[in-house]
């Protein structure tokens, strides 16, 4: 679900993605891991035991192991020695540029979707559990995070909010993309804290949705069943005109690719698109809500 968000892929987002890529839940250390099965490779290739590669990189065995394995981050020495030691290919070099330990806040199975995300010439949302992230307020997000199980801490519920709030960055720096969002009337009735945070949550929902390029549709409670019933969904457009959706459950998130999936949601989403109330009512109609508190 949308309670922790992430990043991490590997390409631009402009490449294409081929069907079922996405399909496995990334670990938080991808990118290690890929490097040290390319330092294996390399060393391997030059008929090199790991005994003999630490000897040559000046490191200990157990840290080539744990390089190779992705548990440890290659500072720049044991790039440039092994560069040296395999035969300077560059491949360590160039693979280096693009480790990362992954970013506290961000879910693992969330990463390449809010990597494509960033890039996105398009992006839509439909929500029924809660207030989408892009558009939570400060104290509605740590609300959430606070109600999580299992329970974290300070220190990891700062990162989880820090996450958040940078990550709705991006509607305000990028005023020219389309931001769709479709939300059930009865997620924006859940109370939470008192009546000013709420007022707080809708004022601003109300202003993250005001400018041009941001539309917002509330589906009314008595609209009835609807097309999207099976669950929350999000839909983006990449720069080379690819479709892509993501859709999340309980511990888990999945990128979809295949183009018959990803036609059947955008199906469903043009339709409650046009069951939903319009952009103009959905605003007057989380107004009457405030002022209701």
Not at 102 to 112: I, V
Request: charged fraction near 30%.
């Amino acid at each position: 679900m949308d309670i922790v968000e992430g990043e991490a892929a590997t390409g631009g987002a402009d490449q294409a993605v081929p069907t079922g890529e996405w399909e496995r839940e990334p670990h938080p250390s991808d990118s290690l891991r890929t490097f040290g099965a390319v330092v294996q490779a390399l060393r391997e290739h030059a008929g090199l035991s790991r005994s003999e590669f630490a000897d040559i990189v000046r490191y200990s065995k157990h840290t080539v192991a744990s390089v190779e394995l992705g548990r440890r981050m290659p500072d720049e020495a044991f790039v440039e020695r092994g560069e040296g030691a395999t035969g300077n290919t560059g491949a360590l070099r160039k693979g280096a540029r693009h480790l990362t330990r992954g970013e506290p806040g961000l879910a693992a199975w969330f990463r390449r979707w809010a990597r494509l995300e960033r890039e996105a010439v398009s992006l839509c949302t439909y929500e029924c559990r809660l207030v989408p992230g892009l558009l939570q307020s400060e104290a509605y997000a740590r609300a959430v995070f606070e109600g999580t199980i299992p329970l974290r801490t300070d220190e990891e519920l700062e990162a989880l909010l820090a996450a958040r709030m940078d990550r709705q960055r991006m509607m305000w720096e990028r005023p020219t993309v389309p931001f769709s969002f479709i939300v059930e009337e009865h997620v924006f009735r859940r109370r939470f804290g008192d009546s000013e945070a709420m007022r707080e949550l809708f004022d601003h929902v109300l202003e993250r949705t005001a400018p041009r390029n941001v539309t917002l549709q509330v589906v009314p409670l008595e609209a009835g069943l609807h097309p999207c019933l099976d669950g929350p969904v999000r839909i983006l457009e990449t720069p080379a005109g690819q479709r892509l959706c993501y859709s999340e459950g309980q511990e888990n998130g999945r990128l979809i690719s295949d183009p018959k999936e990803v036609s059947v949601l955008c199906q469903r989403y043009e339709t409650l698109r046009s069951q939903a109330l319009s952009p103009d009512e959905s605003r007057a109609l989380l107004e009457r809500l405030r002022g209701e508190l």
